[in-house]
């Protein structure tokens, strides 16, 4: 069955999104009425209008399905999989760094505590697996549904791997190399972006090269994705990015600071240095930092570095030769509204 361009609107595809997680996370009876607010607290579906993120994973593995099979309905329950997974890992992610906000909201561990936060955490990545349950009732194979939940399975644990990287690495001043953090965005981020659209070609065909060019280019998608997200945290603008581009006054050591650490003469290294290593660094010391990684040329690597993922992307997408054009079309738009190197 051939999806219509207007039946792949993103608005839509959201939508049907949210109603396959609200299936799940509804309550279920008085006496954890508590945790499944929690849950949808979190995910922006508590229905005060909050945000809950781009949905951004699961459109991007309805659309890798409807490119190849059509009708994207049949995908839903991976869908909702992966977006339980992701925002799964952002409530473990907000406690481990101390996160107060998330979406403009407090975060979870901050309203509820740690102990009933990792609790909601951990339930959510248990619903991630049960939806995909719902994929046997629609008809799909034991088989195919076993692949699957391996994919899903082999994801989290590489999700895992890379928190360990970051974590490891924030907690020592010495500056990760750029090889080290490429490994770990790897694991963070492109992993579950390109396991989001490699399921969704899973689920539409049995052709092994097609599911090979989706999952390529699923995962030079998240590296462009989390590469390009960094370049916007220092020069972005605040209305394109709708958030302030702070990671300088943070202090965080995105992919622009590790390659200045890396690339910088002695004196302008030993000078990055000591502004690092102040509390809180004022407005002129930030400014001088970004002209710092200017001058090394950190911003053009890094744009440059988006741009080839983001390319790389698209080529292995139209190598695949089964991708409809409404799909096309709407993959498109989401890697140029998100990717703006």
């Given at each position: 069955?051939?999806?219509?361009?207007h039946?792949?609107?993103?608005?839509?595809?959201i939508?049907?999104?949210?109603?396959?997680?609200?299936?799940?996370?509804?309550?279920?009876d008085p006496?954890?009425?508590?945790?499944?607010?929690?849950?949808r607290?979190?995910?922006?579906?508590?229905?005060?209008?909050?945000?809950g993120?781009?949905?951004?994973?699961?459109?991007?593995?309805?659309?890798?399905?409807?490119?190849?099979?059509?009708?994207?309905?049949a995908?839903l329950p991976?869908?909702?999989a992966?977006?339980?997974?992701h925002n799964?890992?952002?409530?473990h992610?907000?406690?481990?760094?101390?996160?107060?906000?998330?979406?403009?909201?407090?975060?979870?561990?901050?309203?509820?505590?740690?102990?009933?936060?990792?609790?909601?955490?951990?339930?959510?990545?248990?619903?991630?697996?049960?939806?995909?349950?719902r994929?046997?009732?629609?008809?799909?194979?034991?088989?195919?549904?076993?692949?699957?939940m391996?994919?899903?399975?082999?994801?989290c644990?590489?999700?895992?791997?890379?928190?360990?990287?970051?974590?490891?690495?924030?907690?020592?001043?010495?500056t990760?190399?750029?090889e080290?953090?490429?490994?770990m965005i790897?694991?963070?981020?492109?992993?579950?972006?390109?396991?989001?659209?490699?399921?969704?070609?899973l689920?539409a065909?049995?052709?092994?090269?097609?599911?090979?060019?989706?999952?390529?280019?699923?995962?030079?998608?998240?590296?462009?994705?989390q590469?390009?997200?960094?370049?916007l945290?220092?020069?972005?603008?605040?209305?394109?990015?709708?958030?302030?581009?702070?990671?300088?006054?943070?202090?965080?050591?995105?992919?622009?600071?590790?390659?200045?650490f890396?690339?910088?003469?002695?004196?302008?290294?030993?000078?990055?240095?000591?502004?690092?290593?102040?509390?809180?660094?004022?407005?002129?010391?930030v400014a001088e930092?970004?002209?710092?990684?200017?001058?090394?040329?950190?911003?053009d690597?890094t744009?440059?570095?988006a741009?080839?993922?983001?390319?790389?992307?698209?080529?292995?997408?139209?190598?695949?030769?089964?991708?409809?054009?409404?799909?096309?079309?709407?993959?498109?738009?989401?890697?140029?509204?998100?990717?703006?190197?």
């Amino acid at each position: 069955m051939t999806t219509a361009t207007h039946e792949l609107d993103l608005g839509t595809l959201i939508a049907d999104t949210e109603a396959e997680i609200s299936r799940l996370v509804g309550d279920r009876d008085p006496s954890t009425r508590g945790l499944y607010e929690m849950i949808r607290y979190h995910l922006g579906l508590d229905g005060t209008g909050s945000s809950g993120g781009k949905r951004m994973r699961p459109l991007l593995g309805l659309l890798a399905y409807a490119s190849i099979a059509g009708d994207h309905r049949a995908a839903l329950p991976g869908a909702a999989a992966v977006e339980l997974g992701h925002n799964f890992s952002l409530v473990h992610d907000d406690i481990e760094d101390g996160d107060t906000e998330r979406r403009h909201r407090a975060t979870l561990w901050t309203l509820h505590g740690i102990p009933q936060a990792v609790n909601t955490g951990d339930a959510m990545f248990t619903l991630s697996r049960i939806a995909l349950h719902r994929l046997t009732d629609l008809g799909f194979s034991d088989a195919k549904v076993l692949r699957l939940m391996r994919l899903y399975d082999e994801t989290c644990l590489r999700l895992c791997e890379g928190q360990y990287i970051d974590i490891g690495t924030s907690e020592h001043d010495a500056t990760m190399s750029v090889e080290l953090y490429f490994d770990m965005i790897g694991r963070k981020t492109a992993a579950l972006i390109a396991a989001s659209i490699e399921a969704g070609a899973l689920l539409a065909t049995d052709d092994e090269e097609v599911i090979g060019r989706y999952r390529g280019f699923g995962w030079a998608l998240g590296l462009a994705f989390q590469i390009n997200d960094d370049l916007l945290g220092i020069w972005g603008a605040e209305q394109a990015t709708g958030k302030e581009p702070s990671d300088v006054a943070h202090k965080k050591k995105t992919l622009p600071v590790i390659y200045a650490f890396e690339h910088a003469s002695a004196e302008d290294r030993a000078r990055l240095e000591a502004l690092y290593a102040l509390d809180e660094p004022g407005v002129a010391e930030v400014a001088e930092i970004v002209a710092i990684l200017e001058r090394v040329g950190a911003r053009d690597y890094t744009r440059d570095q988006a741009r080839r993922y983001r390319d790389e992307a698209l080529a292995e997408l139209d190598a695949a030769g089964v991708v409809q054009p409404a799909a096309r079309a709407r993959l498109e738009e989401i890697i140029v509204s998100v990717i703006s190197a």
